[in-house]
């Protein structure tokens, strides 16, 4: 089994920035899509960026803002997200493809309010 324990939430003013990381324990033989998805209060949980070893994708909402990226010696997914807006307030949980099972973390909260 693989636990998620993700860090780097909290409280940030409109324009300023955040990094979350998440790190996978456990066996782990490969990684192979890590991603960040992201659920405001009363809506669904919606995908905001992905990364394999093979490329990144991101939602339209976020382009320009936020960077994913992965340590592969580290299992380690990060997302650095820039010019925060408070359209960006959720709950941000990590996702990770391991073995062909899915692993969620345990969320993180993300406010951007002046």
């Known amino acids: 089994q693989v636990q998620l324990v993700e860090s780097g939430g909290g409280l940030v003013q409109p324009g300023g920035s955040l990094r979350l990381s998440c790190a996978a324990s456990?066996?782990?033989?490969?990684?192979?899509?890590l991603g960040w998805y992201r659920q405001a209060p009363g809506q669904q949980r919606e995908l905001v960026a992905t990364?394999?070893?093979?490329?990144?994708n991101y939602a339209d909402s976020v382009k320009g803002r936020f960077t994913i990226s992965r340590d592969n010696a580290k299992n380690t997914v990060y997302l650095q997200m820039n010019s925060l807006k408070p359209e960006d307030t959720a709950v941000y949980y990590c996702?990770?493809?391991?073995?062909?099972?899915?692993?969620w973390g345990q969320g993180t909260q993300v406010t951007v309010s002046s």
């Open positions: 996702n990770v493809i391991h073995l062909f099972s899915s692993y």
């Open positions: 456990g066996t782990i033989f490969n990684l192979r899509t």
């Open positions: 990364t394999t070893n093979g490329g990144t």
